[in-house]
């Protein structure tokens, strides 16, 4: 992943808030690029005002992200951005400004929704630096679906009233919540297809980082720490102040240059939906089609963090709209190919270290079984098929007793052995539409 990392930190053309606190961050914790990256834009969103919004034709899209990065422990330095620069920095402007954007990073459900019910404390951020423990309690309760379409409303802004524990009807409107956390491999083990599914693993951008490190070069102790700590505290206290100076801007509208800036983002937008729609129509539960079908809001959000951090010196004299031009729309793109690329190696890995690989309901698993033959030309072998489905003896047996009890498949050998085949002739099946003459007997 070397050349993707490469990606991300030569930039050098770039500037404002983003950029420069990507390189302070890089430098401060040697952590992976692509996190770093994830870390500055995260800092940067998460005191902006709820009521900012980017206009486009499928709604207003506010410009909070949900990070998750995914790395070995004690290894992949995940955690130090989050504990040595970003809560620092947020703190520091929470003394400042007297405006907490740090949000509760351990909560329920029904505690977290009273919490943003005070307008008072109704945006900002959650930071954790290791999330596989919230995974699994998610995972492992009886409400699981409930618990997950919370996380989805939290990331889309959009709480349904209900009563708390105080009996009182509460109904946060109007709040922006941000999230960046951090976790091991050690979470593809308890994540089940809901996960994904259901809405909030489409919502997620996840950061996997599973390239090795070279150890030599890490610092772990350096000479003269305290002018050095002492120096690094003077930039944290720097970094908050900029933030404070753009907290009370008055832009609330974004909208894409006329031109190219605007045909770039709706063309590749356009793309990632129709590559969607392929994937969907091949097999409706699969993975990567719930990613891909929001994949272009992630770019369009992160077109218009750049163009306000790269326009970081002037927001407080440029009215209340601000246009997203071309550099930005480049940059968003850029970053969620990335992204993608980051999310496909995950499943691969998940899928390396999961004996059960999901779906596994029965009706799932049956429309795998049809796109897996039609996609192989509408006929396959057993065995293969047997393979691809990943499933248990009795439960393969089952789906393929269904599909030819309804008349959805037949069962066959060919009537002719394969030049240079001896043995038995193998076992296909086929979609009941597709004829062939070199049947041997549906079985």
């Known amino acids: 992943m ?3 990392n490469d990606l991300i930190i030569l930039d050098s053309d770039d500037q404002g808030f983003i950029f420069d606190l990507k390189k302070f961050i890089i430098r401060k914790t040697q952590t992976n690029p692509a996190w770093a990256n994830a870390v500055a834009i995260t800092t940067f969103t998460s005191i902006l005002d709820q009521n900012l919004v980017v206009h486009t034709d499928i709604g207003d899209l506010r410009l909070n992200n949900f990070f998750l990065t995914i790395g070995p422990s004690g290894i992949a330095r995940k ?19 007297d405006h907490e954007v740090t949000l509760p990073s351990r909560f329920t459900v029904e505690g ?3 919490y943003l019910s005070n307008a008072d404390r ?4 959650i930071v954790r630096d290791e999330f596989t423990s919230f995974f699994k309690d998610v995972t492992n309760k009886k409400y699981l679906s409930d618990q997950l379409e919370f996380l989805s409303e939290l990331h889309d802004g959009t709480l ?9 009807l509460e109904h946060p409107k109007n709040f922006m919540v941000s999230l960046i956390a951090a976790t091991t491999p050690y979470l593809f083990t308890i994540l089940s297809s809901d996960f994904f ?39 944290i206290h720097d970094f908050a102040m900029r933030l404070a100076a753009i907290k009370n801007t008055d832009i609330r509208r974004m909208g894409f240059e006329t031109g190219s800036s605007v045909d770039k983002i709706d063309k590749w937008s356009k793309e990632s939906l129709k590559k969607a729609q392929k994937v969907y129509r091949l097999q409706k539960t699969d993975r990567t089609y719930s990613y891909l079908s929001r994949l272009h809001e992630k770019a369009i959000k992160l077109a218009a963090v750049h163009a306000l951090s790269y326009n970081e010196q002037h927001l407080n004299s440029m009215g209340d709209t601000i246009i997203i031009r071309e550099n930005s729309v480049d940059w968003a793109i850029e970053l969620c190919k990335t992204y993608w690329k980051f999310f496909l190696d995950m499943i691969d890995e998940w899928d390396s270290m999961t004996q059960e690989r999901p779906p596994t309901s029965e009706k799932a698993n049956i429309e795998r079984a049809l796109a897996i033959i039609k996609k192989n030309g509408g006929k396959i ?12 003896n009795i439960q393969f047996t089952e789906i393929i007793n269904f599909l030819i009890d309804t008349k959805r498949i037949k069962s066959y050998k060919p009537t002719k052995q394969e030049p240079g085949k001896t043995g038995q002739k193998p076992r296909f099946y086929k979609l009941i539409a597709e004829t062939d003459e070199d049947e041997e007997s549906n079985v």
């Open 2 to 4: 070397s050349e993707i």
């Open 122 to 125: 109704n945006k900002g951020v």
């Open 160 to 168: 349904e009233k209900r009563y708390t524990r105080s009996f009182k």
């Open 197 to 235: 599914l259901q809405g909030i693993g489409n919502r997620i951008i996840f950061i996997f980082d599973d390239e090795e490190v070279d150890i030599d070069s890490y610092r772990i102790v350096s000479a003269n720490p305290f002018q050095k700590h002492a120096a690094d505290e003077l930039l």
């Open 112 to 114: 977290m929704f009273e």
């Open 381 to 392: 072998m057993h065995s293969t098929l047997k393979k691809q489905l990943w499933l248990k």
């Open 79 to 97: 955690s130090l951005p989050l504990k040595y620069v970003m809560k620092p920095i947020l703190y520091k402007y929470e003394e400042l400004t």
